[in-house]
């Protein structure tokens, strides 16, 4: 027999819903002036980054674990300490976030508090540089 409780993967609304929330994560970033920082500090082509953390986290809510069973993927604090990434630029990364979570039609409201939360305390982890003088 086999465990049915629901994931947060699943409570969340399952991959239409994670692939929802990125997809407009990255809407917002290309569209609003506001992210030009981090939109400068990826590459030109955002397709790959979309598929790569609608996948992570896919798999970090419980759900399906492709991202985290493709080699070299592993951690992913350490695969972005490659990118200057400063506290300013982790604020524009987490408020872009909140909103993309928040515009999601449906989803318990806590619950995705707790997910923009959470995530939130990723990306200021992530910080591996001091502002720009
Ligand atoms: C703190 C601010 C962040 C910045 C500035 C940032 C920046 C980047 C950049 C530049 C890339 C490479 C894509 C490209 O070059 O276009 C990337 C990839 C990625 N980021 Fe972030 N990131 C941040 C936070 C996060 C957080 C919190 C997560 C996890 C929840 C995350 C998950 C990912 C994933 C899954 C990929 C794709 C990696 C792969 O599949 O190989 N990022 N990020």
Do not use: F, T, V, Y
């Given at each position: 027999m086999s465990d049915t409780s629901p994931t947060p993967f699943d409570l969340v609304g399952g991959k239409p819903a994670v692939d929802a929330i990125v997809g407009r994560f990255y809407d917002l970033i290309e569209s609003d002036p506001d992210y030009a920082g981090l939109r400068a500090v990826h590459g030109p082509d955002l397709g790959p980054v979309r598929e790569g953390l609608a996948s992570y986290i896919t798999g970090w809510l419980g759900g399906p674990r492709d991202w985290f069973e493709t080699p070299g993927k592993g951690c992913i604090m350490s695969l972005h300490n490659g990118f200057a990434i400063t506290t300013?630029?982790?604020?524009?990364?987490?408020?872009?976030?909140?909103?993309?979570?928040?515009?999601?039609?449906?989803?318990?409201?806590?619950?995705?508090?707790?997910?923009?939360?959470?995530?939130?305390r990723m990306a200021h982890g992530m910080i591996n540089r001091t502002e720009a003088a």
């Open positions: 300013d630029i982790a604020g524009q990364w987490i408020n872009a976030m909140i909103r993309a979570i928040a515009a999601e039609p449906g989803l318990d409201e806590h619950l995705g508090s707790q997910m923009a939360e959470a995530l939130g």
